[in-house]
């Protein structure tokens, strides 16, 4: 069994020229990354190019990417569909700030996918969720906003609370305090948000009652998948769906990371809701930056000019949205999901072998294409069952010993994989070897 220490320096061996760049990118970026979730112990490896189910670092070494740009990419890397659409519409222009057809094409696709009456695009998640909220706010006349403690909706202040909160300022389980995630959010903007535990019923009726009257929405990650990989509970959705009618409050699902993804239809398809509003993001442009959001013609008919503000410079390009149509229509389609997904399903059958091969307790979830394992025997229902259980020594071993052997999962260890549609036979095999063989230093 190898130690962490010898795993780091292998990490180490393998990566000297990334270290350089790093080097280099700390004299103009604080910490050396231009975003924080880039960063990672001891320092991050420096991509050179992807293609596929694969990426090659600055060095030279090759991965099989797992991570998919946190499952954005679906597509897979430089697919030749996309490529194509992309490269076709660069030299009829980018960005034209004017309607296009094409954008038109683009939402009845969304449209076919998911229950809504009317779409608008953004440039991200982020900004899907922020304009959800307002639109939901307008309609509703109301202000404050409940969140499921662990979720993320992205960067803006109203949601960015709660994310990973410590527990020892996380305040009761059943009741949790909102903490921010950040320094820099107002405190006004903090004490609009509620907090409530994930696929705990009980505890957002109490929330509703308590703020009967005041809440425009409840935003949720149908599936929480920015805390490991956390299914509801059976019903759970259901109960929130009707909750929330009963409240007259308006759901949101955030399917930024379900959509497209656990179902063709995301989790509205998967577990049968239809919630009043939907946020998307990442596949949906498949590594153009689009994102969009979208719900019921009474609610999203206030977006208009004078009446609530939703606008962007780079909204609805016709580069992204060209891409986005092709992924959509050509890529991202019933059957290479299901390929993705049988794939997903040989993984984490060989995985849950290999971990009893080798006697190392914990279990799989997989929904899908994504999976997490878990080194834990617990169960793992919310934010706080996962931050206590979280076995944190043993899943950075678990990352070392595949990274230094080829294999790219998220650096943050608590992040789910994506199997795209890209990935093979091969690849599957190919991990298990790896999985199989780094099982023993996980003892
Ligand atoms: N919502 C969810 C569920 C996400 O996972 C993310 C990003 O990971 C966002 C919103 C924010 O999306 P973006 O990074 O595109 O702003």
Known sequence: MRSLEELQKEYQRRTPTSLKCFERAKKSFQGGVASNFQAFDPYPIFWDHAKGSKFWDVDGN????????????LAGHAHPLLVKAAGDQLSKGTLYCAPTDLSATCAEEVKKRFPVDLVRFTNSGTESTMHALRVARAYTGKEKVIKLEGCYHGMHDYLLQSVEPELSEAGPENRPATVPQSK?????????????????????????????????????????????????????????????????????FDEVKT?????????????????????????????FSLGAFGGKKEIMEHLKAGDVAHGGTYSANPLAVRASITALREILTKENLEHATKLENKLVDGI??????????????????CGMVFFTQHEIYDFRSNAKYYNAGRLTKYWHGLVNNGVWIAPHTD?????????????????????????PDLK
Not at 241 to 247: A, D, I, S
Not at 357 to 366: H, K, Q, R, T, W
């Open 259 to 287: 959509g497209f993804k656990v179902a063709w239809g995301g989790a509205c398809e998967y577990y049968h809701i239809k919630p009043d509003l939907v946020a998307l993001g990442k596949c949906i442009g498949s590594g």
């Open 184 to 252: 820099g959010i107002p405190k006004g903007v903090t004490e609009g948000t509620i907090v409530v535990p994930f696929n705990n019923i009980d505890a957002m009726r109490d929330a509703l009652k308590r703020n009967r009257g005041e809440v425009a929405a409840v935003i949720v990650e149908p599936i929480m998948m920015n805390c490991a990989l956390i299914p509801p509970k059976d019903g759970y959705l259901q109960q929130l769906r009707e909750l929330t009618k009963e409240y007259d409050v308006v759901l949101i």
């Open 62 to 73: 090759e991965y099989i990417d797992f991570n998919m740009a946190f499952g954005a990419m």
């Open 352 to 369: 849950k072998k290999a971990m009893k091969d080798n006697g190392i307790p914990g279990f799989v979830n997989s929904i899908g294409p």
């Open 415 to 439: 992040e789910h994989w994506t199997v795209s549609v890209q990935h093979t036979e091969e690849d599957i095999e190919k991990t298990l070897a790896v999985i199989r063989k780094i099982m």
